[in-house]
């Protein structure tokens, strides 16, 4: 186990309702890092992965206003592996070290007890070995559920929704590789239950001797 605050890995897949999960732990007292938010800064005009990102992608990815169009990046990237692996070579380095800055601020502020770490990759990556992980939670939902939900957060087709899914690690694999199960097939109270009991469960584990 690290030393300090305990290190939660946050992981599910596309439409398994992590978002929730991690604003629950948020609600309950947890620093949350969220991958996903840093991501989104490193490619913003004044980020660090932005010129390289046009320069791979082209000018198609940029919305009117020279910021990048995340949902055009996505579509692209969902569609082709290549290009996934490409996007992913130049912003990972990039949100990892800016994820190693947000754990240092977090493990030095007084009185936190849980971080959790919000990785959508984090199994396809390094399963936290670099950020000294004391476990990982995934949410876990059929993938009826998780299309339906996709296709009415993106306005998605079925099809594409499908494809989206398809490009990534199969849900399954993840559960199985987890410290931690969350059932999000339910209402969000159902959910946020499980949270509650994963909360008292990690806070135990953190002031055993």
Known sequence: M?????RIGLTGGIGSGKSLVAQAFRELGAVIVDADVIAREVVAPSGPAYDPVVRVFGPGVLRPDGAIDRKALAARVFAD???????????????RRRMAASIEQA???PGVE??????????ETTEGRDIGLDGIVVVDAADDVRLERIMARDDLSRGDAERRLAAQMPLREKVARADWVIDNNGSPEQTRAQVRTLWEAFRKRRRQP
């Open 2 to 6: 690290s030393e300090g605050p305990l």
């Open 81 to 95: 592996p290549e290009a996934r692996r490409q996007l992913n070579a130049l912003t990972h380095p990039h949100i």
């Open 107 to 109: 493990v030095s502020a």
């Open 114 to 123: 849980v971080i959790v770490l919000d990785i959508p990759l984090l199994l």
